[in-house]
Each structure stands twice: as C-alpha cells, then as structure tokens.
C-alpha cells in the first residue's frame, strides 16, 4: 500500500516514513500543504497522514478541497490540537480519523490499516440531492439556494431521507433511525414528512405508495 506523509515536522515525517516502510508501506513524504494537495489530487495512494497546521495549505483546507474534487482517499489528521472542538472540525470537513501528537506509532498503523480496509466511498461534507444542500456540521439547509430554517427534528429526518436518496427509505426504518424508539407510532413519520416538505418543497420528497419516502431534491 502507498501512503502520503504530508507533515512541515521534518524529523516526525522521516521517523514515520521509516516506520512505515518498516511495515511494509511504500511512503511519499511533503512538507507544506499546497505541495501535499497536488500530491494527494493526482497520486495513487491508499491512504494520507496529514497533520494540520502546515505552512501554504492548513490540513483542513486540504481536506476539504479534495473532497471537493471527490478525492476519496482515506485521510487522518495529525495535530497537536486535542480540544474536542479540533477534533470535531477536522472530520467535519471529510477527515477520516484524527489523531493526537505526541502518538503512539502502534497505534497510528492500526488506523491507517483500519482506514484502508473501508472502501473509499463519496462522504461528502455537505449533503446535495438535487436542488437541496444540507451542511450536517452547521445545520444549515438550502433549498433551491435559499437557506430553510428546519427544526432539529425535521433536520434528521432530512438528513437521513438524503444519506439514503438511492433508495426509497420505509416509514418503521425512520422511526427508528430519526426517533430512536420513543414510542411514536410511524403517523408521526408522515406528519414531519409533511413539516419538512412545505418548508423545501413538496417535490423534494417524494411518496412511493406502500413503501415509504425517497428524496429527489
């Protein structure tokens, strides 16, 4: 497997080069992030280890260009920010995995093996079906390019409804995944389907008959 190392902490990056290539990687080291992103954009590589604060392009902004261009590699973050709020950011914007310095080497490749046993699917940050976008990390919802003030109920619903928009979603499957089991009966679910669609459009959701919803956007 190839790895890309993108850290400016050139003795870190060479020990985990050699760390790696130990394990049996094949590894590209970079030192800033605006060389680390046209790496990343246009090599073959099964997974990157990049740390964030990194001099052109910060970890993060790297991230989320990729993800822009639907690269989909596996990514996990180095950094020394260990607040809740870093490590939230950073897979927010399409990180895979996050993890501390200092670290343990041990555990730095059984993440990087556990990343890339997970195929390397679309996960984007934002959420598009159609003319709907949903930012989960912001709760923020356009529909049509106009912002739509959800409730935090209606949010998870959308938000579901749009995770699973290849396949038309049962009204018991909702009530489990968005109510949690609270007792609701599923009439619930076609009164917030209801809720949801005056706000972003009826044609957004659409009713397959004795099946459930699909959103279309």
Same mark, same amino acid.
């Given at each position: 497997?190839?790895?890309?190392?993108?850290?400016?902490?050139?003795?870190?990056?060479?020990?985990?080069?050699?760390?790696?290539?130990?394990?049996? %990687?094949?590894?590209?080291?970079?030192?800033?992030?605006?060389?680390?992103?046209?790496?990343?954009?246009?090599? !073959?590589?099964?997974?990157?280890?990049?740390?964030?604060? #990194?001099? =052109?392009?910060?970890?993060?902004?790297?991230?989320?260009?990729?993800?822009?261009?639907?690269?989909?590699?596996?990514?996990?973050?180095?950094?020394?920010?260990?607040?809740?709020? !870093?490590?939230?950011?950073?897979?927010?914007?399409?990180?895979? +995995?996050?993890?501390? /310095?200092?670290?343990? %080497?041990?555990?730095?490749?059984?993440?990087?093996?556990?990343?890339?046993?997970?195929?390397?699917?679309?996960?984007?940050?934002? #959420?598009?079906?159609?003319?709907?976008?949903?930012?989960?990390?912001?709760?923020?919802?356009?529909? &049509?390019?106009?912002?739509?003030?959800?409730?935090?109920?209606?949010?998870?619903?959308?938000?579901?409804?749009?995770?699973?928009?290849?396949?038309?979603?049962? /009204?018991?499957?909702?009530?489990?995944?968005?109510? +949690? =089991?609270?007792?609701? +009966?599923?009439?619930?679910?076609?009164?917030?389907? =209801?809720?949801?669609?005056? /706000?972003? &459009?009826?044609?957004?959701?659409?009713?397959?008959? =004795?099946?459930?919803?699909?959103?279309? &956007?």
């Amino acid at each position: 497997m190839r790895i890309l190392v993108v850290d400016d902490e050139r003795t870190l990056a060479r020990s985990i080069q050699r760390g790696l290539v130990a394990e049996g %990687f094949a590894v590209d080291l970079e030192h800033d992030g605006t060389a680390g992103y046209e790496r990343a954009r246009w090599g !073959d590589y099964d997974a990157i280890v990049l740390d964030i604060m #990194l001099p =052109g392009r910060n970890g993060y902004d790297v991230v989320t260009a990729l993800r822009a261009e639907d690269v989909w590699t596996p990514v996990l973050l180095l950094s020394a920010k260990d607040g809740e709020h !870093d490590v939230a950011d950073g897979l927010d914007v399409g990180a895979d +995995d996050y993890l501390t /310095k200092p670290f343990s %080497f041990v555990v730095l490749v059984a993440r990087i093996r556990a990343m890339v046993r997970r195929p390397a699917t679309p996960r984007p940050a934002v #959420l598009a079906v159609g003319a709907l976008e949903l930012d989960p990390s912001t709760r923020q919802v356009r529909a &049509g390019g106009l912002a739509v003030d959800l409730t935090v109920r209606e949010l998870a619903l959308l938000e579901y409804l749009m995770r699973h928009h290849e396949r038309v979603v049962g /009204k018991v499957e909702l009530l489990d995944h968005v109510w +949690d =089991g609270e007792g609701e +009966d599923v009439n619930v679910v076609e009164q917030y389907v =209801g809720y949801v669609r005056r /706000k972003v &459009g009826r044609a957004a959701i659409v009713t397959v008959r =004795g099946a459930g919803y699909r959103a279309v &956007g």
